[in-house]
């Protein structure tokens, strides 16, 4: 079974520019999460779909982050214009949610802001 | 919002040793779950722990569920190399993570 698939791996961008980040999840995985890990520190989620709706988008900073879903697989997180203080780690979770809290990760998408 | 306190922040310790780590928190929550993170990767969930007072293990990892609902515990027997990494606490209130506890090895 594949597992999150996430692009691209590594981004460097200048401040003030936009970025985007696709994730796949696992096949029939309806539960998508964005999260945020700036180094040093633990995941922090962003935004939370169930299928192509929010569940959760309470921590995403939504002057400059926009995410969807829109039909309910892929995802795209947005950040437009970036600030130094984006660079991070930007996770991509899936989950059956058979089991509360059983997430599955990609490796990841790291973004340098300079 | 809630904060989880991940005890201790690092550790460095002789391949060979057990290793105990914990988490706390001022909240009650439903589900403990612990996650390991190599460098690169994204976390990996090690142990999900469902019911106060469960005490469960994947092979040389154990976790507990504490009574109270506010903590718990990982503990790792014999260290190997491939030990190494960040390990998270998990609850289910939004899927909050800890700070982590870094595992080092030394050689």
């Known amino acids: 079974e594949a597992g999150v698939a996430q692009s691209p791996r590594y981004k460097i961008i200048e401040k003030r520019q936009s970025v985007a980040f696709w994730c796949n999840p696992i096949s029939g995985h309806a539960t998508l999460y964005w999260y945020q890990q700036i180094l040093g520190q633990g995941p922090k989620l962003l935004i939370q779909f169930q299928n192509n709706g929010v569940v959760d988008d309470s921590q995403l900073p939504k002057d400059r982050f926009s995410a969807e879903r829109l039909k309910g697989v892929d995802s795209t997180l947005k950040i437009q214009p970036a600030k130094l203080e984006d660079s991070a780690v930007y996770l991509c979770?899936?989950?059956?949610?058979?089991?509360?809290?059983?997430?599955?990760f990609g490796e990841g998408s790291r973004l340098t802001v300079l | 919002g809630q904060q989880l306190n991940q005890s201790p922040q690092s550790m460095f310790i002789q391949e060979g040793e057990d290793v105990s780590m914990n988490c706390t928190s001022s909240?009650?929550?439903?589900?403990w779950l612990w996650y390991k993170q190599d460098p690169g990767e994204g976390p990996v969930l090690l142990i999900a722990l469902y019911k106060a007072g469960e005490l469960t293990s994947n092979g040389r990892l154990t976790a507990q569920f504490g009574i109270t609902r506010k903590d718990s515990f990982l503990n790792i027997s014999a260290s190997i190399p491939s030990d190494v990494g960040i390990y998270f606490c998990?609850?289910?209130?939004?899927?909050?993570f800890g700070k982590g506890t870094r595992l080092h090895i030394l050689p």
């Open positions: 998990v609850t289910d209130d939004k899927i909050i």
């Open positions: 979770a899936s989950s059956a949610g058979q089991k509360q809290g059983e997430l599955f």
């Open positions: 909240s009650i929550f439903n589900t």
